[in-house]
């Protein structure tokens, strides 16, 4: 973790911001802490203009990714490719042909994931951001995650554009299908499984995710463009940005007038159209964040103490 601290920066592309944070951003500025090994992270340390722009903002959309969710030890789509499935494929795992030619592989491959990811709790930055929407009139959660780690933390409305690993449905009559309260119990490795029938219509029950080749849930997509092009500030946290229609949204909110921040650790192709790059872990950043804008302490978004990654500069 010391080699990714020492690389995160802030780089500020607002027009005429005259703060000092941004005019070194092009030498790398470290937001929360300048020295190697002091916990030292000053609140202040984010350009005061981002800070004014998430204090002052009537109407916030956080869009969350897939690297929110693996600061969680959730395994990124790519990643749940271990045991069983590291013979496979996930695109040719994640698609309704899929699911028609081996429901049994499919549904096992699905309940190893939803596994995986109730084992999982939710991180600092998923708690940071319920804890945003304390602070602002407006707050729209869209995530691309199919997880619950966002509703676990206590975000109460979640938009999830890729469906949820929590929400099965009959592939035949569309009914949702409910899950028993106990985790799944899957071996390490995976294994096929048959799929639950359907109680109205004896339809196979399939994942409530969105597959390769389907479009995303009418509802949830109109919901988040209509956020975006009505929000003052758009957040986009842990997501490549490179997948499209959820990619474009940072594009419709800033023609519509919006700010955009991106918090990512690595460079992505929304970079050259964020008002400001913060560079690093969600988790790290968003509570500090969160601090700066409202002075909360970071204490109240780790419950039970600071997790090791929060004193990671050592
Ligand atoms: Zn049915």
């Given at each position: 973790m010391t080699s990714r601290f020492s690389r995160r920066w802030v780089s500020c592309t607002h027009n005429g911001c005259q703060n000092s944070a941004s005019q070194t951003a092009e030498h790398g500025v470290n937001p929360l802490s300048s020295t190697p090994g002091i916990d030292n992270r000053p609140a202040h340390a984010?350009?005061?203009?981002?800070v004014a722009a998430l204090r002052e903002a009537r109407h916030v959309v956080l869009l969350?990714?897939?690297?929110?969710?693996?600061?969680?030890g959730v395994p990124t789509f790519r990643d749940a490719m271990t045991g069983l499935w590291s013979r496979f494929d996930p695109a040719e795992l994640a698609t309704p042909e899929a699911f028609e030619r081996d429901p049994e592989l499919v549904w096992g491959w699905y309940e190893w994931r939803r596994m995986r990811a109730l084992q999982a709790q939710p991180n600092p930055a998923h708690l940071a951001i319920a804890g945003m929407s304390d602070h602002l009139p407006q707050l729209t959660l869209v995530t691309q995650n199919v997880d619950d780690l966002h509703e676990r933390a206590g975000s109460d409305t979640v938009i999830h554009l890729h469906g949820s690993l929590h929400q099965p449905r009959c592939a035949t009559c569309g009914r949702s299908h409910a899950f028993p309260d106990e985790m799944p119990n899957e071996p390490e490795g995976g294994r096929r499984l048959p799929p639950p029938r359907c109680t109205r219509c004896r339809g196979l029950i399939r994942p409530g995710v969105v597959w390769f080749g389907e479009s995303l849930p009418e509802g949830?997509?109109?919901q988040a463009q209509e956020a975006a092009e009505n929000c003052d500030l758009l957040i986009s946290v842990g997501t490549s940005s490179l997948v499209y229609p959820a990619a474009g949204l940072p594009h419709l909110a800033k023609a519509h007038g919006s700010q955009l921040i991106q918090i990512n650790p690595q460079p992505t192709n929304l970079d050259g159209h964020a008002t400001w790059n913060v560079v690093g872990a969600a988790g790290q950043i968003l509570p500090a964040l969160v601090a700066a804008a409202w002075g909360s302490t970071r204490a109240?978004?780790?419950?039970?103490?600071?997790?090791?990654?929060?004193?990671d500069s050592q």
């Open positions: 984010f350009p005061a203009a981002l969350s990714g897939a690297g929110v969710s693996a600061e969680s949830a997509f109109y109240q978004y780790h419950p039970g103490g600071l997790p090791a990654c929060a004193d």
